[in-house]
């Protein structure tokens, strides 16, 4: 008696720990869905903000300078044509992932041009060296490029349309922007 005594107590024990366990696994499963919500929706608000923040700058003519990296060559842009630029940061995660596609454009003649806010010319150096960008990448201590794009989350894709800046795109390029970028320039570019 004695023996299933202790059994059955062992039993609740076990099965009202296994309840407690399943509870707390529950509420970190669902405020971990809560804190990727809001993730999301906080990358969407700063998207957001950055389009609208862009708006000012869609009518004004563009032109930016810098040293080109690694020759060390100023270089200045005054794009009356049609450019893509490339804003991205030496050590985010997500900018190497758009060089592959934006090579494969500047090969086919799209003029691709890459900058990052504030970055000393070595990282820039490096990220030439470690991604292989066979796009001008220019250092620009001046902030020229500030003239063109608010601050803000990188990689941003610029497309400039007629030296006017036409679209915006934050993060590593989709597949549907990759088409349209492709549509736009008239090429037949495609990037893993």
Request: aromatic share 8%; proline share 8%.
């Amino acid at each position: 008696m004695r023996l299933s005594s202790v059994l059955f107590a062992g039993f609740l024990v076990l099965t009202a720990s296994l309840a407690w366990k399943t509870c707390q696994l529950g509420r970190r499963i669902a405020e971990d869905q809560k804190a990727a919500s809001l993730r999301l929706n906080e990358a969407a608000e700063i998207q957001r903000g950055l389009l609208d923040r862009i708006h000012a700058f869609h009518e004004t003519p563009l032109s930016f300078a810098g040293s080109e990296v690694p020759h060390g060559q100023d270089v200045s842009y005054d794009p009356v044509g049609s450019m893509v630029l490339y804003l991205f940061g030496p050590d985010c995660p997500y900018s190497p992932q758009n060089v592959p596609f934006l090579n494969q454009l500047s090969e086919e003649g799209v003029p691709v041009v890459g900058t990052a806010f504030d970055q000393p010319r070595a990282a820039l150096d490096m990220f030439v060296r470690t991604y292989g960008t066979e796009f001008p990448i220019l250092a620009d201590p001046m902030g020229t490029t500030t003239k063109i794009l608010p601050r803000g989350p990188v990689p941003l894709t610029a497309v400039i349309l007629e030296g006017r800046l036409t679209s915006l795109w934050l993060g590593p390029l989709e597949e549907e922007r990759r088409e349209e970028l492709r549509t736009r320039f008239g090429t037949k570019a495609r990037g893993p």
